[in-house]
């Protein structure tokens, strides 16, 4: 019997360790495909974002990683608030072709002040925002159809 308790208490507690992470992993990262060199879509990328109004908080050119924060958006609720995330990662997927994966995420406050809960979100406004700047600043004839690179 007192096993059986044991047991049952680590089950309860292996469970609470995985639960802020369950839903994290079934979003998945937007992606787009570019006729650029990685060095010039990254270059083109960190503009996009800050003329967006991201503040870059990590970049890393050889590793093709960028991150960025927007700034926090007060709601009409007093006291609540809201604020959106950008994780980038850029690699070369061929000959002067590059994929862009972006993922979102949005941390929420409200005014009972518990604490701020992220999410990222499968799809948002800002997804297309992002890419039709970086197309746009990439020039004419930069993004490759969905199904990827060419081959």
């Not at 993922?103 to 701020?116: L, M």
């Not at 990222?120 to 159809?145: D, Q, V």
């Amino acid at each position: 019997m007192r096993s059986c308790l044991i047991l049952l208490i680590a089950i309860l507690f292996a469970g609470c360790g995985t639960t802020p992470d369950s839903v994290e992993w079934r979003v998945w990262p937007q992606s787009n495909y570019y006729a650029r060199d990685k060095a010039v879509v990254f270059e083109s990328l960190m503009g996009v974002l800050e003329n967006s109004g991201y503040r870059i908080t990590k970049s890393a050119a050889a590793a093709g990683v960028i991150e960025a924060q927007g700034d926090l958006l007060e709601s009409r609720v007093r006291g609540a608030s809201r604020q959106y995330f950008v994780s980038v990662k850029l690699r070369e997927v061929g000959d002067g072709e590059t994929g862009v994966e972006v993922i979102v995420h949005e941390a929420r406050e409200g005014d009972f002040k518990v604490g701020v809960t992220k999410k990222a979100l499968a799809s948002h406004g800002r997804y297309e925002g992002i890419f039709n700047a970086l197309e746009s600043a990439l020039g004419g004839g930069s993004w490759l159809p969905p199904r990827g690179p060419a081959e």
